[in-house]
């Protein structure tokens, strides 16, 4: 159910509709979707991931910690 492409809201949309047991395991690849803001999942997805407050914490920094720049 991830996004296909940037402009796949179908899939955003199911998404939605999971339960957290679902989003969590797919964290780490919907926080992708995030590189740029102005793509138009980027705003449902950050939606979706601020409902997993403690569980973004690890994810995160491992992306604050890589060296990818973006």
């Known amino acids: 159910n991830l996004p296909k492409d940037k402009f796949d809201m179908a899939s955003v949309e199911a998404l939605m509709a ?4 679902e989003i969590i395991p797919n964290i ?3 926080l992708e979707w ?3 803001i102005n793509w138009p ?3 449902p997805v950050a939606k979706l991931l601020s409902r ?3 569980e973004l914490i690890e994810p995160i920094r491992e992306v604050l910690n ?3 720049a973006i």
């Open 18 to 21: 999971l339960p957290s047991e």
């Open 28 to 30: 780490r690849p919907l």
């Open 34 to 36: 995030l590189r740029d």
């Open 41 to 43: 999942v980027a705003g």
């Open 52 to 54: 997993h407050g403690n």
């Open 66 to 68: 890589s060296d990818d």
